[in-house]
Protein backbone atom coordinates (compact mmCIF):
# COMPACT_ATOMS: atom_id res chain seq x y z
CA UNK A 1 0.00 0.00 0.00
CA UNK A 2 1.28 3.33 -0.77
CA UNK A 3 0.98 6.11 1.45
CA UNK A 4 2.68 9.95 0.99
CA UNK A 5 2.29 12.16 4.25
CA UNK A 6 2.65 15.57 4.09
CA UNK A 7 3.73 17.91 6.72
CA UNK A 8 5.21 21.48 7.53
CA UNK A 9 2.22 23.30 6.58
CA UNK A 10 0.61 26.14 8.48
CA UNK A 11 0.35 30.14 9.03
CA UNK A 12 2.89 32.56 7.80
CA UNK A 13 3.43 36.06 7.27
CA UNK A 14 4.54 37.43 4.14
CA UNK A 15 8.61 37.24 3.76
CA UNK A 16 8.57 34.18 5.92
CA UNK A 17 9.41 30.41 5.27
CA UNK A 18 8.48 26.86 5.56
CA UNK A 19 9.63 23.38 4.73
CA UNK A 20 7.52 20.97 3.39
CA UNK A 21 8.38 17.44 3.81
CA UNK A 22 6.70 14.25 2.36
CA UNK A 23 7.35 10.95 3.80
CA UNK A 24 7.04 8.00 1.45
CA UNK A 25 6.15 4.02 1.76
CA UNK A 26 4.96 1.31 -0.31
CA UNK A 27 7.16 2.33 -3.66
CA UNK A 28 10.65 2.32 -4.53
CA UNK A 29 11.60 5.74 -3.09
CA UNK A 30 14.88 6.30 -5.14
CA UNK A 31 13.49 5.20 -8.24
CA UNK A 32 10.31 7.48 -8.09
CA UNK A 33 9.87 11.22 -9.77
CA UNK A 34 8.69 13.44 -6.84
CA UNK A 35 6.52 16.40 -7.33
CA UNK A 36 5.14 18.86 -5.50
CA UNK A 37 1.82 20.83 -6.43
CA UNK A 38 -0.61 23.02 -4.85
CA UNK A 39 -4.24 24.29 -5.69
CA UNK A 40 -6.03 26.98 -4.37
CA UNK A 41 -9.78 27.69 -4.27
CA UNK A 42 -11.22 28.25 -7.19
CA UNK A 43 -7.76 27.13 -9.19
CA UNK A 44 -6.93 24.02 -10.91
CA UNK A 45 -3.70 21.94 -9.25
CA UNK A 46 -0.34 23.17 -10.66
CA UNK A 47 3.08 21.71 -10.11
CA UNK A 48 5.22 23.54 -7.97
CA UNK A 49 8.44 21.43 -8.37
CA UNK A 50 9.59 18.27 -9.60
CA UNK A 51 12.62 16.24 -8.90
CA UNK A 52 14.02 13.07 -10.19
CA UNK A 53 15.27 10.06 -9.47
CA UNK A 54 18.86 11.39 -10.58
CA UNK A 55 18.13 14.85 -9.02
CA UNK A 56 16.95 17.07 -11.77
CA UNK A 57 14.54 19.56 -10.74
CA UNK A 58 12.14 21.96 -12.22
CA UNK A 59 9.88 24.32 -11.17
CA UNK A 60 6.72 26.91 -11.74
CA UNK A 61 8.23 30.46 -13.04
CA UNK A 62 6.40 31.57 -10.29
CA UNK A 63 8.53 29.90 -7.79
CA UNK A 64 11.91 29.94 -8.97
CA UNK A 65 14.35 31.23 -6.99
CA UNK A 66 12.08 31.05 -3.93
CA UNK A 67 11.26 27.38 -3.92
CA UNK A 68 14.01 24.64 -3.61
CA UNK A 69 12.93 21.07 -3.83
CA UNK A 70 15.53 18.08 -2.55
CA UNK A 71 14.81 14.26 -1.88
CA UNK A 72 16.75 12.38 0.95
CA UNK A 73 16.53 8.95 -0.60
CA UNK A 74 17.58 7.35 2.84
CA UNK A 75 14.80 8.32 4.67
CA UNK A 76 12.54 8.65 1.77
CA UNK A 77 11.33 11.72 2.17
CA UNK A 78 11.16 14.70 -0.40
CA UNK A 79 10.99 18.36 1.01
CA UNK A 80 10.16 21.88 -0.32
CA UNK A 81 11.99 24.89 1.08
CA UNK A 82 9.80 28.23 0.24
CA UNK A 83 11.04 31.17 1.18
CA UNK A 84 10.12 34.61 0.74
CA UNK A 85 6.32 33.48 0.89
CA UNK A 86 3.87 35.46 -0.75
CA UNK A 87 0.17 35.71 -0.28
CA UNK A 88 -0.62 34.17 -3.89
CA UNK A 89 1.07 30.86 -2.43
CA UNK A 90 -1.43 30.36 -0.32
CA UNK A 91 -3.15 26.90 -1.24
CA UNK A 92 -3.02 23.06 0.11
CA UNK A 93 -0.01 21.89 -1.06
CA UNK A 94 0.24 18.10 -2.44
CA UNK A 95 3.02 15.50 -2.74
CA UNK A 96 2.73 13.58 -5.87
CA UNK A 97 4.74 10.23 -7.14
CA UNK A 98 5.15 9.07 -10.62
CA UNK A 99 6.73 5.30 -10.48
CA UNK A 100 4.99 3.34 -12.73
CA UNK A 101 1.18 4.45 -11.34
CA UNK A 102 0.87 8.16 -10.15
CA UNK A 103 0.01 8.56 -6.78
CA UNK A 104 -0.95 11.69 -4.19
CA UNK A 105 -0.72 12.57 -0.33
CA UNK A 106 -3.90 14.39 1.31
CA UNK A 107 -2.34 17.66 1.50
CA UNK A 108 -1.39 20.06 3.72
CA UNK A 109 -2.61 23.60 3.85
CA UNK A 110 -0.23 26.69 3.42
CA UNK A 111 -1.97 29.78 4.42
CA UNK A 112 0.40 33.09 4.09
CA UNK A 113 -1.44 36.22 5.80
CA UNK A 114 -0.94 38.60 7.64
Known amino acids: QVQLVESGGGLVQPGGSLRLSCAAS????????MDWYRQAPGNQRELVAR???????TYADSVKGRFTISRDNAKNTVYLQMNSLKPDDTAVYYC????????WGQGTQVTVSS
Open 96 to 103: HAIQRYDY
Open 26 to 33: GIIFQSSI
Open 51 to 57: ITSIGYT
